[in-house]
């Protein structure tokens, strides 16, 4: 009997790589109509760029639709397995296209592999103009890439695909002739595909083509899912419940309760969310809502967010449950949330203070406080008295309202 599998030899997601903007799932903040990024394409005068974001996010499937769409020569390069001398081989017969009047466009994945002399190789073909580079990478360009290549392209972020996206991409799918044309998905497995997905399309796609062989012409029930992605079923979906339960999450630690922090911790990791995700609001959480009545609390989770990145998952958990039971149970205060909202108030309804005269730069006016006692000497910081620094007394903010008073010789 004839199957997909022996018509098909490449997998789902290499087959549905788009051939069009048109089809291209995600990032409608570039590839939209009238967006820069897709007009510099279609008027065929794109300049170098790298496409920054986690994996199946289409930054591969839009460098080689640009390839399709951008006149010249297409090079395609994995930095993993290049060395300084194929890259200089391809920067050369850039050279040589130049000098006929064709261009040559070099999409580079994994571009963050490169180390600084291999980065600084591209550098005066980049320069001169003589390939386009279209680097992708899962790592933040600002720290990866030298400033001097990071100066020649533009940066363009791409973002996890939403749960709409992803059942765009199964609708695709189900009714591409490339794809998986008349399999049917009923809701239930379908958001339990989306969720442990994680936003990454490429892994939708080899989980939804894996599901269909194993349910071998049959509707694939929610048993045979989870054997197939060997994950318990949650109810967490990438809508409401997502929210929901980080909203829970946050609440919980503010209402110092670790056992309910705790449980909802597991629940997200369990269900597949990003811990880099948890760890940013663990982050945030730790000068919102505790601020200065322990100024050790944002120490805790930058750590937790380092421990994530540094050290990975699945052992990371524990660094986050970490910062989470102490983040429940020291003591709180949201005086620097409320102070910074006063100042950007001001600053948003257009109260726009001159910088006094004895700051400036060249001034001989400035009275440096190291030189009086306490360290201290009253002068005027801004053109106009503002209070937005309104203390609640709480904790380690109690010996900060000391020595302010301490310093002004109030006591």
């Given amino acids: 009997m004839e199957t997909l599998f022996s018509k098909q030899s490449k997998p789902l997601p290499a087959?549905?790589?788009?051939?069009?903007?048109?089809?291209?799932?995600?990032?409608?903040h570039l590839v939209a109509p009238g967006k820069p990024l897709r007009k510099l394409v279609e008027s065929n005068r794109l300049f170098s760029v790298i496409f920054y974001g986690p994996p199946g996010t289409g930054k591969t499937a839009l460098a080689r639709l640009i390839a399709k769409r951008v006149s010249g020569e297409f090079r395609e390069l994995n930095a993993v397995m290049?060395?300084?001398?194929?890259?200089?081989?391809?920067?050369?017969?850039?050279?040589?296209?130049?000098?006929?009047?064709?261009?040559?466009?070099?999409?580079l994945d994994e571009i963050h592999r490169f180390n600084k002399a291999q980065q600084d190789a591209l550098l005066p073909d980049l320069e001169?103009?003589?390939?386009?580079?279209?680097?992708?990478?899962?790592?933040?360009?600002?720290?990866s890439l030298v400033p001097a290549l990071r100066s020649r392209v533009k940066v363009?972020?791409?973002?996890?695909?939403?749960?709409?996206?992803?059942?765009?991409?199964?609708?695709?799918?189900?009714?591409?002739?490339?794809?998986?044309?008349?399999?049917?998905?009923?809701?239930?497995?379908?958001?339990?595909?989306?969720?442990?997905s994680?936003?990454?399309?490429?892994?939708?796609?080899?989980?939804?083509?894996?599901?269909?062989?194993?349910?071998?012409?049959?509707v694939p029930s929610m048993e045979l899912a989870e054997e197939a992605v060997g994950e318990p079923s949650l109810k967490y979906s990438r809508g409401d419940e997502h929210y929901d339960v980080i909203s829970a999450f946050i609440k919980s630690m503010r209402g110092s309760d670790p056992d309910a922090a705790l449980y909802y911790l597991a629940k997200m990791l369990k269900a597949g969310e990003d811990p880099l995700f948890i760890a940013r609001r663990i982050v945030i959480f730790a000068s919102e809502d505790v601020g200065n009545a322990d100024p050790q609390a944002l120490w805790v989770a930058v750590s937790a967010l380092h421990a994530v990145e540094k050290v990975g998952m699945p052992e990371a958990a524990i660094n986050l449950a970490h910062a989470v039971?102490?983040?429940?149970?020291?003591?709180?205060?949201?005086?620097?949330?409320?102070?910074?909202?006063?100042?950007?108030?001001?600053?948003?309804?257009?109260?726009?203070?001159?910088?006094?005269?004895?700051?400036?730069?060249?001034?001989?006016?400035?009275?440096?406080?190291?030189?009086?006692?306490r360290h201290y000497v009253e002068q005027d910081y801004l053109s106009e008295k503002?209070?937005?620094?309104?203390?609640?007394?709480?904790?380690?903010?109690k010996e900060l309202l000391k020595f302010w008073k301490w310093m002004r010789g109030e006591n």
Avoid: C, M, W
Avoid at 15 to 28: A, H, T
Avoid at 128 to 143: D, H, S, W
């Fill in 325 to 373: 039971i102490y983040l429940s149970l020291t003591l709180k205060s949201n005086a620097v949330y409320k102070s910074l909202r006063r100042a950007l108030k001001d600053v948003e309804s257009g109260i726009d203070l001159p910088v006094p005269e004895h700051l400036k730069t060249r001034s001989k006016k400035y009275k440096y406080p190291h030189d009086y006692p």
């Fill in 128 to 143: 001169e103009g003589n390939v386009i580079l279209v680097g992708a990478t899962t790592e933040n360009p600002y720290f």
């Fill in 15 to 28: 087959r549905l790589i788009p051939n069009s903007f048109d089809e291209f799932v995600g990032q409608r």
């Fill in 386 to 397: 503002r209070k937005y620094y309104r203390p609640d007394g709480i904790g380690f903010e």
């Fill in 198 to 218: 994680g936003g990454d399309g490429r892994r939708f796609l080899s989980l939804l083509e894996e599901l269909y062989f194993l349910s071998d012409g049959e």
């Fill in 156 to 196: 363009y972020k791409f973002n996890p695909l939403s749960e709409e996206e992803l059942k765009k991409l199964y609708r695709l799918a189900v009714s591409d002739s490339r794809g998986l044309p008349g399999f049917s998905v009923p809701d239930d497995v379908l958001d339990f595909l989306v969720r442990v």
């Fill in 82 to 107: 290049t060395t300084v001398q194929e890259l200089k081989k391809v920067l050369g017969a850039g050279r040589r296209n130049l000098e006929v009047g064709r261009r040559t466009i070099l999409f």
